[in-house]
């Protein structure tokens, strides 16, 4: 469970609200199979930058992953905003198509399979030994909404690599969402579990 406290500002109209993200894990035995779901922005609006409030960004998300028992690499899907099937709407800016027969303007078809995949996100980890992953991750959405047809970059596309030192994770992360930017994030984590004690056994008694 997450708790935030989120406060935005535009010139001298601000706002803040309350959010809380609820998650669970199902971790198979054996660490080949994995299951997450998740509930995010659950909150309100304390305070609105005029007097309507407004509804925050709630979403649905399930997540999976699987490694193959020998392979070096492990395969990951999350389905993102469930919580709205058709996520397609019309954009102003996009460039108008017509027909040179008819002399009208051609549109394009939104097909069954056009909308599940505004919900899809692929990744996979490659497993360099125990110590070090590297990562990769495509976003159909963000690629289709975000990218500039001239120059689409690498929007929608993000990768990165952790590496463990001792008994810390030191992990680094690149996304871009626009050609116009990009985010790098860096984690250091650690398990409190890793710095026990481990409890030393008596030496076994000789035989005889």
């Given at each position: 469970?997450?708790?935030?406290?989120?406060?935005?500002?535009?010139?001298?109209?601000?706002s803040?609200?309350?959010?809380?993200?609820?998650?669970?894990?199902?971790?198979?035995?054996?660490?080949?199979?994995?299951?997450?779901?998740?509930?995010?922005?659950?909150?309100?609006?304390?305070?609105?930058?005029?007097?309507?409030?407004?509804?925050?960004?709630?979403?649905?998300?399930?997540?999976?992953?699987?490694?193959?028992?020998?392979?070096?690499?492990?395969?990951?899907?999350?389905?993102?905003?469930?919580?709205?099937?058709?996520?397609?709407?019309?954009d102003?800016?996009?460039?108008?198509?017509?027909?040179?027969?008819?002399?009208?303007?051609?549109?394009?078809?939104?097909t069954?399979?056009?909308?599940?995949?505004?919900?899809?996100?692929?990744?996979?980890?490659?497993?360099?030994?125990?110590?070090?992953?590297?990562?990769?991750?495509?976003?159909?959405r963000?690629?289709?909404?975000?990218?500039?047809?001239?120059?689409?970059?690498?929007?929608?596309?993000?990768?990165?690599?952790?590496?463990?030192?001792?008994?810390?994770?030191?992990?680094?992360?690149?996304?871009?969402y626009?050609?116009?930017?990009?985010?790098?994030?860096?984690?250091?984590?650690?398990?409190?579990?890793?710095?026990?004690?481990?409890?030393?056994?008596?030496?076994?008694?000789?035989e005889?």
């Amino acid at each position: 469970m997450n708790a935030k406290v989120l406060f935005g500002q535009l010139e001298e109209y601000t706002s803040t609200a309350v959010a809380f993200d609820v998650g669970g894990l199902y971790h198979k035995p054996g660490g080949l199979f994995t299951l997450a779901a998740m509930l995010r922005n659950i909150g309100y609006q304390t305070s609105a930058y005029t007097e309507r409030r407004e509804k925050l960004p709630f979403q649905v998300q399930i997540g999976t992953t699987y490694k193959f028992r020998h392979a070096p690499f492990r395969l990951g899907l999350m389905l993102e905003n469930l919580q709205k099937w058709d996520l397609t709407y019309d954009d102003p800016n996009a460039q108008v198509n017509i027909d040179p027969t008819t002399g009208e303007v051609i549109t394009e078809k939104v097909t069954f399979m056009d909308k599940a995949l505004l919900h899809v996100i692929g990744n996979v980890e490659i497993l360099l030994g125990k110590n070090l992953h590297v990562r990769f991750g495509y976003n159909y959405r963000r690629r289709q909404e975000l990218s500039i047809e001239e120059k689409p970059g690498l929007a929608g596309i993000s990768f990165g690599a952790g590496i463990r030192v001792a008994k810390i994770h030191v992990s680094y992360g690149y996304a871009q969402y626009h050609l116009a930017g990009a985010s790098n994030s860096f984690t250091v984590a650690v398990r409190f579990n890793d710095f026990k004690k481990q409890p030393v056994l008596p030496p076994a008694a000789p035989e005889g």
